[in-house]
């Protein structure tokens, strides 16, 4: 989930270990008998501690999902959540792809009937440090960027297959949304140098998914504006002044310090239009009341807010239920006791800024020369991080590589009804909308979200006719 707006985002014995299977690996102390609450499931859980940093402290928290039937057969995928600074476990993991979501009364979970552990092992990690529950016992590591995250989820990637060796050599695909449009091509570039130097341990990368990213502010800022314009959330000359008094060129992650005065007025204008009473991260959904929603969670009501099919208040619900002790007692979480309170995003982080403003191009460029197939995926109510952005630097990106259509711009189908659009570039490079989907596109399109995660996992397109091409 993202949290910016302008303005305001090893030998022997591992050997042995994987011959016995994942009922034999060193993960075994951190299997998950059950959650409160927790519906019967088939498959396994694990969740617990990767340390990254000995000289620190510092140690990441991960939860990892089997997939449902088959986990032995099915590849892994790693999903972060963005920010920077917010959970996957909150986000990915209990929100939008994982098998649970949380109940309206804050108290269990209820099952996820499109988790996408349905098509893959899911390991999602709150990253960096400070993050969530992950945590480090010198404070000078919560002073970090887009380097160091890269470099400690290489760490941690290489120790949790220490944990879990069975995995050593299965499929990997690497997801994520929202500023993990940085985190991820960083982890895979490195992943990839990794890959080059090492004799032993290589990473199998089969694939790299990233929805509604911060790819470039050039672009990514200016779509949202045009976005609100397009959308009626703002007027004419408004969207006209913004349109010709700004250049977004100059734009620097977290402020508008280097547009005019004229241009900071209009966006400044722009954002009080558009106001609280929108959730800028899906148009068309209500907005959640926290003060009262967790009033009515603490008297123990059940209190799901539905919007058109979507839980609008499980923010609320899930905070509320991350931060029951039995909760994180089943999860082996807070081992170090806290000095505050899990949340979604950390208040503990002091991110490098400036990360925001790399431009991620040269890094997906460089992934694609790798084969490795690249999806860029949009959820077309989102205007944090809107379609009309990512689709241009798709577009360019491919130009620049001189990558041919490969499939024009057309419509892809679930169930016969219209899912979104998709297009793709040299039989390597797709970009493809989910319609009616937010910048979290399985937490408001679950159905549809796990079609187009089983259509990248199983490297076939989506479906452009009525008769899908896969099981939906």
């Not at 695909?173 to 130097?197: C, D, M, W």
């Not at 010709?244 to 060129?249: S, T």
């Amino acid at each position: 989930m993202g949290r910016w707006r302008i303005g305001i985002f090893m030998v022997l014995g591992a050997l042995m270990a994987g011959e016995r299977g994942i009922h034999g690996h060193s993960g075994e102390e951190d299997l998950v008998v059950g959650l409160p609450g927790q519906p019967e499931v088939d498959f396994r859980q694990f969740a617990g501690y990767v340390d990254v940093g000995e000289k620190t402290g510092k140690s990441l928290f991960y939860y990892f999902a089997e997939a449902d039937g088959d986990p032995d057969k099915k590849p892994l995928t790693l999903w972060l959540n963005g920010g920077p600074g917010c959970s996957s476990i909150g986000g990915g993991a209990f929100t939008e792809l994982g098998p649970f979501f949380p109940r309206g009364d804050g108290r269990g979970l209820r099952i996820n009937k499109h988790s996408w552990n349905k098509v893959s092992n899911l390991l999602f990690v709150e990253s960096p440090a400070g993050v969530g529950w992950s945590y480090s016992n010198n404070t000078s590591d919560y002073e970090c960027g887009d380097e160091s995250t890269a470099n400690d989820m290489h760490v941690f990637l290489m120790r949790w297959f220490d944990k879990f060796p069975e995995f050593k050599t299965r499929e990997l695909f690497l997801t994520g949304e929202s500023y993990a449009g940085h985190y991820i091509p960083q982890l895979v570039v490195l992943l990839l140098n990794h890959n080059k130097r090492s004799t032993n341990l290589k990473f199998n990368i089969k694939g790299m998914a990233i929805g509604n990213p911060l790819l470039n502010l050039d672009k990514d800022i200016p779509s949202m504006y045009e976005y609100y314009w397009s959308h009626g959330m703002i007027s004419d000359e408004l969207g006209l002044k913004i349109l010709n008094d700004c250049d977004f060129d100059d734009y620097e992650f977290g402020g508008s310090h280097n547009v005019s005065a004229v241009c900071n007025d209009a966006v400044t204008e722009a954002d009080k239009v558009v106001g609280d009473y929108v959730n800028a991260y899906d148009v068309i959904l209500d907005v959640c009341y926290p003060s009262i929603v967790e009033q009515e969670l603490r008297l123990k009501k059940y209190v799901t807010k539905m919007s058109v099919g979507v839980d609008v208040c499980m923010t609320s619900e899930r905070r509320f239920y991350f931060n029951l002790p039995e909760v994180q007692h089943a999860l082996h979480a807070n081992r170090t006791g806290l000095p505050y309170s899990w949340t979604m995003c950390s208040g503990v982080l002091n991110y490098n800024q400036t990360d925001g403003n790399i431009n991620i191009l040269p890094l997906i460029k460089r992934i694609t020369r790798h084969h490795i197939p690249v999806w860029i995926f949009s959820g077309d109510q989102d205007s944090v991080v809107p379609l009309l952005g990512s689709r241009t630097l798709v577009r360019e990106l491919a130009h620049d590589m001189r990558l041919q259509v490969t499939l024009p711009y057309t419509a892809w189908f679930l169930k016969g009804q219209v899912g979104g659009w998709v297009t793709e570039y040299g039989n390597i490079l797709t970009f493809a909308t989910v319609r009616g989907a937010a910048h979290m596109v399985p937490y408001s399109q679950p159905h549809r979200a796990l079609l187009l995660f089983k259509s990248f996992v199983k490297h076939q397109r989506l479906p452009i006719t009525t008769q899908p091409a896969i099981e939906d």
